[in-house]
């Protein structure tokens, strides 16, 4: 397997409310593993968006191609940098309606907002839980997807670090979108406050 770039680890899972200067386009990334069961050893990818197919369905594409054992039960997980587009979400759910096999748990980095919420609530409606990323899944992912042979320009730790605080208001954010009847207005600025309380 191909592994990113701390570099591209750093800018991509970078969950920061903006980006600093220099701006670079914030990609959509999907890290994937896929666990036997019975205790194999896990297969893991990435994949991002291409012209035509969002990395979620280049990712549902991939597992299919698999041609996995339907005997044998697999645990799935992945890490986005932007949570699924409502078009995505039901695709997934679809695709995991189909699998019995597979147990599939998606963690992200950053939400996509009001015209997202619809994607969220459907996921988080069926068998595919949504969760948002925290230190637990950031290390996961640093430590089996990143390629560590040259130093970072960085503190890994501290960067973890950062990344685990401000998962905590997008996890705020997420856990009001999950209340029934609760229609959560606004991009970014909810979470600005959050951060202040």
Known sequence: MALLTAETFSLQ???????????YPRKALL????????GS????????????????????NKIKSMGLDE???????????WSPCPSC??????????????NLSIFASRLYYHWHQEGLLLLCGSQVPV???GLPEFTDC????????????FN????????????????RRLERIKIPGVHVQGCYMDILYDAEV
């Open 13 to 23: 899972f970078n969950n920061k409310r903006r980006v600093n200067k220099p701006y």
């Open 41 to 60: 050893t896990p297969t893991r990818g990435h994949l991002k968006n291409k012209k035509k197919n969002h990395a979620e369905i280049r990712f549902i």
């Open 89 to 102: 979400a039901g695709k997934l759910v679809d695709f995991i309606k189909a699998y019995h096999h597979l």
């Open 131 to 133: 969760e948002v990323m």
């Open 156 to 171: 890994p730790s501290e960067k973890l670090e950062e990344l685990d605080k401000n998962s905590r208001a997008i996890k």
């Open 142 to 153: 640093w430590e089996n997807f990143v390629d560590h042979e040259e130093p970072p320009s």
């Open 31 to 38: 890290c994937y593993q896929l666990t036997p069961q019975n």
């Open 71 to 81: 005997t044998q039960c697999y645990q799935v997980t992945c890490y986005l940098t």
